[in-house]
């Protein structure tokens, strides 16, 4: 039966970040997870999670300059020292917040370099995290990102990223399949899941075309809540959305789930 993690990056928005934990805990949650965790001290977050029974659901690596329009450079040639620096901030965090799954940004393609050399920065970048976090048991999650929201990202499609993942050939590398970007991409969601089942380690959720709940919308999320169960996935499901008004008044979709 699907799981669902909140957000606290995207949801209970209207309280400091600090104080979403209590209220992801009063809605019913057990999970979270977030864009970033390095603007706050991570024992204060632990302290968080065990205040309410959390289970770190998922967190990104450093993403650079992110006012800026960084999104990440394991792709990003010229960025190998930075990257690598990045997966040692990134271990400390998740070993202290005991988060098994994280995800590595792959970044804005640079127009001085040619694709192919995109492709095996990012592999090289990849393998290096992957052996990093095996030591600990954390999987390094690859995500796509939509070209409508994020322009000229490195990953866009989710078979793109699943032959990427085999490339790089660590079994620590899985595919974050967000089913948001997935559908403005590349559709017929529930071929995509049965097909990527084998290499996908997370799933997060919003609807079509607004990123809202995923009770409105183009996507039949119920229907694939149960392709994902027939398809094997028994992790977390990340609400990576934007309320359309307040989070609680919008949760109604995921009581039953709760």
């Known amino acids: 039966?699907?799981?669902?993690?909140?957000?606290?990056?995207?949801?209970?928005?209207?309280?400091?970040?600090?104080?979403?934990?209590?209220?992801?805990?009063?809605?019913?949650?057990?999970?979270?997870?977030?864009?970033?965790?390095?603007?706050?001290?991570?024992?204060?977050?632990?302290?968080k999670l065990e205040q309410y029974g959390f289970e770190q659901a998922l967190f990104n690596m450093p993403p650079g300059n992110w006012d800026a329009g960084e999104r990440g450079f394991a792709a990003i040639p010229g960025h190998e020292k930075e990257f690598q620096q990045s997966v040692e901030t990134a271990l400390t965090y998740a070993k202290?917040?005991?988060?098994?799954?994280?995800?590595?940004?792959?970044?804005?393609?640079?127009?001085?370099?040619?694709?192919?050399?995109?492709?095996?920065?990012?592999?090289?970048?990849?393998?290096?995290?992957?052996?990093?976090?095996?030591?600990?048991?954390?999987?390094?999650?690859?995500?796509?990102?939509?070209?409508?929201?994020?322009?000229?990202y490195f990953i866009a499609h989710q078979r793109e990223a699943a032959e990427l993942i085999r490339q790089v050939d660590r079994p620590n590398v899985k595919l974050q399949l967000d089913i948001y970007h997935a559908q403005i991409m590349d559709g017929d969601l529930t071929h995509l899941i049965?097909?990527?089942?084998?290499?996908?380690?997370?799933?997060?959720?919003?609807?079509?075309?607004?990123?809202?709940?995923?009770?409105?919308?183009?996507?039949?999320?119920?229907?694939?809540?149960?392709?994902l169960d027939e398809s094997g996935y028994k992790g977390w499901i990340g609400c990576e959305y934007n309320p359309k008004n307040t989070t609680?008044?919008?949760?109604?979709?995921?009581?039953?789930y709760l």
């Not at 380690?201 to 039949?220: L, Y």
């Not at 609680?248 to 039953?256: D, F, I, Q, T």
């Open 1 to 47: 039966m699907a799981k669902f993690a909140a957000n606290l990056t995207m949801l209970f928005t209207d309280v400091p970040f600090l104080e979403r934990f209590e209220r992801a805990h009063n809605a019913g949650f057990k999970a979270v997870e977030y864009l970033f965790p390095y603007a706050f001290d991570v024992d204060v977050l632990a302290s």
């Open 96 to 152: 202290a917040l005991n988060c098994k799954k994280v995800h590595a940004m792959s970044g804005i393609v640079d127009q001085n370099f040619t694709r192919e050399e995109h492709i095996n920065t990012f592999i090289n970048n990849i393998r290096f995290a992957a052996d990093e976090f095996a030591t600990h048991g954390i999987e390094l999650m690859i995500e796509p990102l939509n070209n409508r929201d994020v322009p000229n």
């Open 194 to 227: 049965q097909d990527l089942a084998d290499v996908t380690g997370h799933i997060q959720i919003a609807s079509v075309p607004k990123r809202h709940e995923p009770s409105e919308g183009e996507i039949n999320y119920p229907h694939l809540f149960n392709i």
């Open 248 to 256: 609680e008044s919008g949760l109604a979709w995921v009581k039953p």
